[in-house]
């Protein structure tokens, strides 16, 4: 056992804490309030190898381990998850599926340009009528000999609007059920392709969540990713690295929402002293102290077992209920320490509190962690 | 032996920092039982080097070539080393301005003399020679011994303050040799902005932060500054945020001041700002947050909104005067 | 052109400062270490001023008198994008013994353009710079708020009280560098930060040189007394104040 971090990811963690200081923070309530996408955060945030920071250097990645990629996602969330969900998508989902089954060819047209953060990525898995339960999927990539044709809705997909390069998971052969479903590399402006409406989301309002539609478009053969008849264990194996990506976005919310109380109950005082020495407020602390390093260790204790190369989906799942739930809690908690003032957007803590919600909702439901983990037990 | 004090004038004139330096010297002069000699380098008239007199200089030496009327910090080291040897001088003193903190490290090398910078109180004990300066930017103070034979100081801004002690001034010459090779560094353009009140001079500064809102409502922070005959001055988001400009930036990492009186408005106080300003006489504040840290440094705080309180205050100050 | 950087290691600006055994030396537990901010700013200047095609800067090395602990400060500056990273291996007693270190790695490794922080935000010597020009009897300039580059002519301005003069000098040449001489630091980018594990960080045996200072206790500013808070109704009362009993105006 050893739970020091290198220098390396020391480093990586405190360049992000930076960026989320000097960049994020100016204007993260208004671009929540009035819902505005961070282009130009995102764009930096690409330059500095954010959104691709888990993509080996051969591809213009930054070739960093998953550990750094939990501290980094940690820091960027105490301030702006509409941020961080985009560089999680785009590392973990979209970016690390290519490289780790792309040909060389879509390696080279398209992980490259998503990894230098060039191009954004988004993972279509999502329906209407298939959230949860991602093998009931209606969209079609009929096999037309030389392209697939494709037709269908996808529903919540981040970076919908703002996305060059779509992962599309879709029904090929019905009768073989999910063993019929097929991974495809879609560009986003291919014909056909139309985006729905911004959805006005509770929280996380600065990032795009969009349904798009295909309609009768053409897929180039040589797109599928992996085999053909992969697209379902395809997205399974993505959505494994995705919750230790999401799991670490509802680390940093907590984390973000709690240094705050701390920082607000040493300087509040009520009956002559400062609310941090009431035990009420002091214990709260301590209790979400306590959660908040549980949650980091299991986000931690995932990612180290992706960069040994030995399974992860029962740790990631179990690190995503965990963080997520704190999150949830600790969030709430925080509002209540700041009292009003918790209650008002200046504060910060409603917006971690409304944040927090959706990590307990996308990338598979607390419920789903459970059955996940529940299968584990007596896999 | 000696003590020596470089005074440096500008364009011909001291300043009162000059006389405080003075009148420290005249002091430690005392402390260490031996007589004190001024250092004046360019061309000051006989009337102002006279006025040094006014603080216990009686002996002034001055090297009055025109060469010499801008700074150049090799030349000048150069000019105060050698003084400093011919009157056999054991401490030197300096103000703690750009120009000290130019000169006195280029002596201390030539020297070999031991430099202490922003000393703020006269020598805690002279053998072991020990000095007081602020360390941290102000957080904390130092107690620093020197152990070389001879010690260079430059003392930090209203440590001291005036000390009256008129005599009579001998004003002499000092011959010394200029090396023209000293002189590798070019002015090639300057720019002085005459009717501002300088920063690092100021009695009084009225500073401002972000509580202004936006770089249009600076108008109320001006007039009050042009009431008192305070310079203006802000917070570091303020200068970051390009709404002053970064001469004005006070705190840990801008400029480290020392007014009698500094006025912040819609200024937070964090605790980087506190380490520029913690040296001030009195502080005031005004600020919308009855929380915000920097009423845990201030003397004197006035909640409210900094856009109606400026005026107020500026009003108040104007009818006090008349 | 080469530039060095003189870099410092200094508590993180917003660190409380305490002391510890009977208050002669700083209390460094749980202390977050960084590049000394003006120190920072100057490795950006020089940053800027390579990735400048139309002048000759080639090389960026970052130096540091100091012990090991101070090696991941000097991996950020690499990380940066600092070419080569030196540290001279000895414990910084005072400016002039660290000046006279870093004089003598410059004799031995001539540089065209030394920057140096105009101060260290933990001891305020701000005298390492001009001391180093001394050392090794370069020109200098104080208080600089830019450098530029023209074909390699050099143009440097300096603040001065109320203004600023634009000066030109020859190399070799110490510029004592203060808050403008770049917009902001830089963060490191992920791939600088790969990188900064390739480059070069040489460990120097320092030289013997006298000591003249030493810091034999600290202490901490005496409390300051309640804040009188006065009625946002009443600016007289506070002009009253400030006249009669704080006797400031």
Redesign the interface.
Known sequence: MNFEFT??Q???R??AR??AQ?ELLPGVIERDEKAIYPTEQVKKLG????L??LVG?DYD????DTISYVLAMEEISKIDSSVSVIMSVNNSLVCWGVEKYGTEEQKQKYLKPMARGEKIGAFLLSEPEAGSDATSQRTTAVDMGDHYLVNGTKNWITSGKSASTYIVIAQTHPELKHRGINALIVEADSEGISVGPHENKMGMRASDTHSVMFNNVKVPKENLLGEEGFGFKFAMKSLEGGRIGIASQALGIASGAYELALKYAQ???TFGKEIIKHQAIAFKLADMATEIEAARFFCLKAAWLKDQGKPYGQASAMAKLYAAETAMKVTTEAVQIHGGYGYVKEYHVERLMRDAKLTQIYEGTSEIQKIVISRGLVD | MSVIAFAKNWNGKFKNSTFELVSYTKALANQLNTNMVVLSIGEVAEEELKLLGNYGADKVLTVSNPQLNTLTSRAYADIVAKAANSVGAEVIVLSDNNSGKAIAPRVSVKLKAGHVAAVQELPLSLDPFVVKKSVFSGKAFGHIQIKSDKKILTIAKNCFGLVANPCDVAIEEFAVDIDTNLFKVKIIQEEEQKDKVILSDADIVVSAGRGMRSPENWGPVEELAEVLGAATACSRPVSDEGWRGHEEHVGQTGKVIAPNLYIAAGISGAIQHVAGISRSKCIVAINTDP?A?IFSVADYGIVGDVMDVLPRLTEAFRNSKS | MKILVCISNVPDTTTKVKFKEGDSLFDDSGVQWIINPWDELALTRAMELKEDAGNSVNEICVIHVGGASA??TL??AL?IGADKAVRIDACPADAYHVAGQIAEYLKENPFDIIFSGIESSDYNGSSVGAMIAEFMDYPGISSVTSVNLDDDDIQVNRAIPGGKQVLKTETPFVAVVQKGIAK?PR?????G??M??KKPLEVKPAVELEVLTESIKFELPPAKGACKMIDSESAEQLVELLRNEAKVL
Not at chain 1, 61 to 64: H, K, T
Not at chain 3, 187 to 191: E, F, N, Q, V
């Open positions: 220098e390396e020391l480093m990586i405190d360049a930076d960026f000097r330059e500095l190898g954010f691709g920071m250097l990645g930054g070739g960093m300087e509040r005082k | 929380e840290p | 090696d991941a991996r950020k990380a902001e963060i490191p980018s992920m791939r930060i790969m900064a594990r």
